[in-house]
């Protein structure tokens, strides 16, 4: 298998990842959950996602569609597709799976992933977090993660922005 294939088979349906996920467990892995746009990926999503995936043995990122991207963000977003964002997010070594979702919420996933951690950032209270109920019913945990400041996708397409103009 080629670089290209291994990047594209950690994109999954709920079927694969229902299978991904159970292969996973048999072996003991600790499954890691997050989720997010990821428009345009910068240092503040690398230094998260590479924190998040050292809480566990596997991460499975929740991607939002592009529709639903659209419908947080506004018009004009998302810049860079949902095959684009999973891609690059399929590429990084740490990342184990990737799994659209369409609704206001990834709760529906989380409950499908059964995360043994859930994390989200530091500008959410664990028990405000979507999936709380369900992780921790697990026995899981619900972690939060800083920020690196100074960076976001909204503030990069406003300095794109300003700079055309």
Same mark, same amino acid.
């Given at each position: ?37 990821? *428009? ?75 995360? *043994? ?49």
């Amino acid at each position: 298998m080629n670089h290209l294939q291994h990047i594209e088979k950690k994109l999954m349906d709920s079927v694969r990842l229902v299978e991904k996920l159970h292969k996973w467990r048999d072996q003991g892995c600790k499954i890691v959950f997050t989720n997010g746009c990821f *428009d345009i990926l910068h240092l503040g999503h690398i230094d998260y996602l590479a924190r998040a995936a050292d809480f566990g043995d596997k991460m499975v990122i929740g991607l939002n569609t592009d529709a639903s991207v659209s419908r947080l963000k506004g018009p004009g977003r998302p810049i860079n597709d949902e095959r684009s964002r999973g891609m690059v997010l399929a590429s990084l070594s740490y990342v184990s799976a990737i799994a659209l979702f369409d609704t206001a919420t990834p709760y529906d996933l989380i409950r499908l992933v059964q995360p *043994d951690v859930l994390i989200k950032g530091a500008d959410y209270k664990p028990e405000d977090i979507v999936g709380y109920d369900i992780v921790m019913a697990r026995g899981g945990s619900v972690q939060t993660i800083p920020y690196v400041e100074g960076y976001s996708t909204t503030a990069i397409e406003q300095r794109i922005r300003q700079a055309k103009n």
